[in-house]
């Protein structure tokens, strides 16, 4: 199931940039917006790999469900308008802030509640953070530019 959601996630946002690239979504054009929801799908897509080849270590195994599950929330987060004062509705911060937070409380009553931190779940959430605020940075970019318009074979106006 997971791989079915990864690669058809994949499919749906490079089709979706195509038919329309320069709409204006998320405070960015949509051509841009490909990168961060390319990233998602990475992102979620490692989490469940590395939560599957972790299935007999239960420790493991739980954070990368957790984060796995946690990576693909942002759009639903993104939605939501009570979020949208608090976070804003453009940037990375409106688009990952909330997951982002979300997952810093999860670690937090975590390491409360069993007395230790967990480490897959903190460096996880870290990876995630770094990730996706990396892809909201680098979708500014020229480079992002020319993979999007030579590479994907998108018009970009």
Wanted: with cysteine.
């Amino acid at each position: 199931v997971a791989a079915v959601c990864a690669l058809s996630g994949v499919a749906v946002a490079v089709r979706s940039v195509e038919l329309a690239p320069n709409f204006m979504f998320w405070g960015m054009p949509y051509w841009k917006f490909l990168l961060p929801m390319l990233v998602e799908m990475a992102v979620f897509s490692v989490f469940v790999i590395t939560g599957y080849t972790n299935r007999r270590r239960p420790y493991r195994h739980r954070a990368m469900m957790i984060l796995s599950g946690l990576a693909i929330l942002a759009g639903a987060t993104a939605r939501i308008r009570a979020l949208q004062p608090v976070f804003g509705d453009s940037g990375w911060t409106g688009l990952f802030g909330p997951i982002l937070l979300l997952g810093l409380i999860g670690v937090v009553i975590q390491m409360l509640v069993s007395r230790k931190p967990d480490w897959w779940l903190a460096g996880g959430l870290a990876f995630m953070a770094v990730s996706y605020i990396g892809a909201d940075l680098l979708a500014d970019t020229s480079a992002w530019r020319w993979i999007a318009r030579d590479l994907l074979g998108i018009t970009i106006s």
